[in-house]
């Protein structure tokens, strides 16, 4: 019994851990209605200005406290409120959870741009002494960390729930999630509010991230997702409280900790299922949960009852586009091709030529998130983890079985769509945000479990790339034989793309993202339609991922993390995921910045590509159809309005656009966003 | 999930020889009965009202029967097979289409290319390889049956508008010629007048008419415009509370006292 306990027993601080995210998380939930998987940056920024306050300024604990955790936390949290959530109050979780995803690629880069990225080493601590040890209970010995954390947690809990239960704010908190504009017709000042919550939430998140600061050993500005890692954990905890009762996302937390101490204890010590399983245990449960908890997949729905005031989507840029404008395009991205291909051949420099083929080696990967996000209308946070896929079976296929790196590529997207159509059984049940979540976890997992072993990715290390040989004779070899290369493939997968978009397969994945019980009313199954979806995007990334590890020629499990999934994915969204150009531009655009930051900006500001594309991702909800196709409508009024003052003026007839079929009155042209337009 | 044997629901099939048939269909809620064993038939070719007042259970009748919502006993039978296992899209295959109370349709397409989905969906095509192979153009059939459908629900100078530009009564218009260019053999109608105003209503009673006259389609419809009801219904049934209270032609049943309590609150 005492053994039992002296293992359980250390699993409640760690529980009241996971119980600080999972508690924030619901906070957040209930209380603004939005996912916050930014949760973890905030909390980061919070440890970062209390460290930066108590240990190198010497301020006393109070003062560096109220500073970090009750001015700057809750100041970020309304500055979030009012530039960015105020503006979206019925925009789909998903949309919103995009925009949390931005954040939390933007606010930890941001930081060492500010402060430096020295690591720093003098880690703070709050209250108790985490060296000192207060005494033992069955032989677990308490220190000032874990008193501090397990007190100030349930403290922290039962003080907002008495916030939510009893008092009026809680109340009117609860109204404005359900309809901002509703509350407001009863009176409510829901912006107020709305502020209000955004604000507990942050400070929050501060207190979680000071709490948490003495776990680690140093604090790096530049590894981003530090306080992250519990994220599965607290977000397990969470959707076991159905994301609704703050005491039972605690109870779960504490659960899920002592559950994970048992399991160490119970298997073979030093065993592959010791190291395993209990790390993989949150992922395993939140999957279940997901999938078992019927409370959870009405999450998605928008149930704001006024959400129909809201002005139709405009169309994409194409549909307005003037007629007259065809055949300069057409050829203008003939000249631009035949340019480009030239150039890399001749006069381009070499260290130019590499980042040209990495922006279209993205371009391949990117469009898989054209197909995942733009047509199917699912978030997957785990492309990276599918290029993981790919990349790693061809390279080991490559160094155990001396297969041509093409060939291992093609063999690694169909391992990576395999795998694709594995990860979407979920899908049966599943859609929308819980189904996001699912890709998360996934992503986390391989991360941190499957891409460290040596058959994989061999961790950090990583496993040595060919580079495929020479299948013509002109230019110069190396790199820019391989762009050639790459630039046919990416031909060839957006024709896929392309065919597949204004295919059958393209109709019924608009249909289901318009509406899943209209489209299976209608007949059209909606398992083989999210299947066939996710092993496309799967296989696109594999083999994206294939080419991506060749071009670097050793690649590992950082390069596929799930970091660098969130990265991708915003990058994509920013300019656009429902067209090819959307991947293209953000493929070419994310390789060639980065080379400029590289070439001419100082060291310091490296990874402001990421944050531009992330902070881009924040207008997701308001513009879906991405920024870059946002400003191309806009662009393509505008020109349609030159071209119809030109018709007026010589008495001609206005051409229909592009969009529209012959036979049909045409649309009236109308600012993007405008009712009509 | 396997087939229910014919014997495993107690009851008789009200018709042996209907199109659509319903046997003794229950479906709970939490504490709320929503059905209890309700019992209908519908006839090829039928115009049939299924009326009541709100929370009667008609849409949870109508989830039930579309296999949206696994009712708690009872059980489906379609054209002569049991269809219980299946699921939605399965039965929309076999020919039940359906509009919905709550508007559901796709604001970013088009209303020709809603048709078009319906009508390449009810046949179960859309393999990827004929989307890889450019075979997925549209085929002629698939035109002449779009074309028929958008002058049959009047919608054709809406035709290549974006359905989220369109008002409320256009939505429904769209997804009634959506459920009728899946060629279905019963039309499941589920208050498509809300909305519409007093011509488009009877617009609507027409091309319902004409639908069940030309294409032998039969109609199951819920309704709470009792004129519309009395212009197209053959036979009605009344729910209330998620029982069956009353069955017969609209005169008789709305001259039972029982309905007339149901609906005014007092018998007389």
Redesign the interface.
């Known amino acids: 019994m005492s053994n039992f306990l002296s293992y359980a027993i250390p699993g409640i601080p760690q529980g009241c851990e996971y119980a600080l995210i999972a508690v924030g998380l619901v906070l957040t939930f209930r209380a603004t209605g939005v996912f916050n998987l930014a949760f973890g940056a905030q909390a980061f920024v919070g440890a970062f200005a209390y460290d930066l306050l108590n240990q190198y300024q010497n301020w006393p604990q109070w003062a560096a406290f109220i500073v970090a955790v009750l001015i700057i936390s809750p100041a970020l949290g309304l500055a979030l409120d009012r530039f960015l959530f105020r503006h979206i109050p019925t925009a789909s979780t998903t949309a919103k959870l995009v925009s949390t995803v931005g954040l939390l690629i933007a606010i930890p880069l941001t930081i060492p741009i500010l402060f430096g990225s020295e690591t720093r080493y003098k880690i703070a601590f709050l209250w108790l002494n985490p060296g000192i040890v207060y005494g033992h209970l069955y032989q677990t010995p308490l220190n000032g960390t874990v008193i501090a954390t397990t007190v100030i947690t349930l403290a922290v809990v039962a003080g907002l729930v008495a916030v939510f239960r009893w008092s009026s704010i809680g109340l009117q908190m609860r109204a404005v999630v359900e309809s901002r504009r509703l509350a407001q017709l009863e009176g409510v000042n829901s912006a107020g509010v709305a502020a209000a919550a955004w604000a507990l939430s942050s400070a929050l998140a501060g207190l979680a991230g000071v709490l948490m600061l003495p776990q680690s050993q140093s604090l790096d500005p530049t590894s981003t997702l530090t306080f992250t890692t519990l994220l599965v954990a607290g977000l397990t905890a969470a959707a076991l409280a159905s994301f609704r009762s703050l005491p039972l996302a605690l109870l779960w937390s504490i659960v899920l900790g002592i559950v994970q101490n048992l399991l160490v204890w119970k298997l073979p010590s030093g065993s592959v299922l010791q190291q395993n399983v209990a790390p993989a245990l949150p992922f395993a449960v939140l999957v279940g949960v997901l999938l078992f908890n019927p409370r959870l997949r009405n999450l998605e729905q928008n149930t704001d009852p006024m959400a129909s005031v809201d002005p ?2 405009p ?1 994409p840029s194409i549909q307005i586009r003037d007629r007259r404008l065809d055949i300069p395009m057409k050829w203008g991205w003939r000249v631009l091709l035949a340019g480009f291909v030239v150039s890399s051949l001749t006069w381009i420099p070499d260290n130019w030529v590499y980042p040209l083929a990495l922006g279209l080696v993205f371009s391949i990967i990117f469009l898989s998130v054209t197909l995942m996000t733009g047509m199917a209308g699912q978030l997957s946070l785990c492309q990276a983890t599918f290029a993981g896929v790919g990349g790693f079976t061809a390279g080991q296929m490559a160094a155990h079985f001396g297969l041509p790196i093409l060939i291992g590529a093609l063999l690694g997207g169909v391992v990576a769509a395999a795998v694709g159509i594995v990860v979407a059984l979920p899908a049966l049940r599943l859609s929308g945000l819980p189904l996001t979540l699912v890709t998360l976890a996934f992503a986390i997992f391989a991360d941190t479990v499957l891409f460290q072993y040596s058959w994989s990715g061999a961790g950090d290390t990583g496993i040595t790339f060919a580079r495929p040989g020479t299948y013509f004779a002109i230019g110069s070899p190396g790199d820019s034989h391989f762009l050639i290369l790459v630039l046919v493939i990416l031909a060839v997968v957006m024709l ?1 793309v392309h ?2 978009q ?7 994945l ?2 289901i ?3 899943q ?10 398992t ?2 999210k299947m ?1 979806v996710f092993a ?1 995007s799967a296989g696109i990334a594999g083999l994206g991922g294939a080419l991506y590890g060749s071009l670097q020629t050793v690649a590992g499990a950082d390069d596929f993390g799930y970091g660098i999934s969130l990265i991708w994915v915003v990058a994509v969204i920013t300019t656009g995921a429902m067209t090819i150009e959307g991947a293209i531009q953000a493929g070419m655009g994310f390789a060639l910045f980065q080379q400029v930051l590289n070439l001419y900006v100082p060291s310091r500001f490296n990874g402001v590509e990421a944050i531009l594309f992330a902070v881009g991702t924040l207008t997701y909800a308001r513009h879906p159809e991405g920024i870059v196709e946002f400003q191309k409508t806009r662009w393509m009024n505008r020109i349609a309005r030159l071209f119809q003052r030109y018709d007026e003026r010589h008495g001609r007839a206005t051409p229909l656009p592009v969009g ?2 012959p036979g ?2 045409a ?1 009236p042209l109308a600012a993007p966003g405008a ?3 | 999930m396997p087939p229910v044997p014919d014997d495993a629901v107690p009851g008789e099939w009200p018709d042996g020889t209907a199109l659509l048939e319903a046997r003794a269909i229950s479906k709970r809620f939490g504490g709320v009965q929503a059905l209890h064993d309700v019992t209908l038939s519908v006839k090829a070719g039928e115009i049939f009202g299924l009326v009541g007042p709100n929370g009667a259970g008609k849409t949870t009748l109508f989830n039930c029967l ?1 296999g ?1 919502l696994r009712p708690d006993g009872g059980s489906v039978r379609f054209n002569g097979e049991i269809i219980d296992s299946l ?4 039965r ?2 076999l020919g039940i ?2 509009t ?1 109370q709550r508007i ?6 088009t209303v ?3 048709l ?3 009508a ?9 390889w ?3 192979l ?1 075979l ?1 153009q549209p085929k002629p059939e698939e035109v002449e049956t779009v074309e028929r459908v958008l002058d049959m629900v009047a919608l054709r ?1 809406v ?4 359905v ?2 369109l008002s409320l009564g256009h939505c429904r218009l769209v ?1 009634l010629g ?2 009728l260019a ?1 060629k279905p053999r019963l039309l499941m109608a589920d208050e498509p007048s809300s909305g519409l105003d007093v011509n488009e209503t009877r617009a609507l009673a027409d091309t319902l008419r004409t639908v069940r006259e030309e294409h032998g389609t039969a109609v199951l419809l819920v309704e709470h415009d009792l004129d519309m009801v009395a212009q197209v219904v053959d036979r009605v049934i009344v729910l209330d509370f998620g029982q069956q209270i009353a069955a017969g032609s609209l005169d008789e049943v709305m001259a039972d006292p029982v309905v007339r309590k149901a609906y005014l609150g007092k018998t007389a």
């Open positions: 139709p989507p169309p896929i065919l597949v204004r295919g059958t397969t393209g109709r019924y608009a249909a993202r318009g509406s019980t209209g489209a299976a009313s209608l007949g059209i199954s909606l083989r339609a066939t496309l529209t079929a049909t009155p649309t009712p009509g337009a | 579309c949206q699921p939605t899209y399965r929309a295959r289409g359906r919905f559901e349709v796709f604001p970013e397409l020709r290319d809603h078009f989905v319906a390449r969906a009810e046949r179960g095509d859309g393999a990827l004929k989307d890889l450019n997925a100078d035709a290549d508008t974006p989220a530009a997804e959506r459920a899946g």
